[in-house]
């Protein structure tokens, strides 16, 4: 099992973090900032890096999925 966490990346997770707090100023929530529309599918972390099945970090890089 997979399991979510910060991405130890410091200096990536914190530009994903600033532009997803852009995204909440802009449209109340914290939508992944690489996706074109703001859907709950694409609320921070956003689904398709949820359904990931393998270690790596999600598409903005704010989090990261690790071995359990």
């Known amino acids: 099992m997979l399991k ?3 991405n130890p990346d410091t200096e990536l997770r914190d530009i994903a973090e600033t532009k997803l707090q852009a995204m909440k100023e ?3 929530k914290r939508y ?3 996706a074109f529309e703001q859907t709950q599918d694409t609320l921070c972390p956003c689904k398709s890096f ?3 099945l393998e270690p790596g970090e999600c598409h903005c890089g704010r ?3 690790t071995e359990a």
């Open 4 to 6: 979510i966490i910060d």
């Open 26 to 28: 802009k449209y109340g």
């Open 32 to 34: 992944c900032p690489c």
């Open 50 to 52: 949820r359904e990931q």
């Open 63 to 65: 989090y990261f999925k």
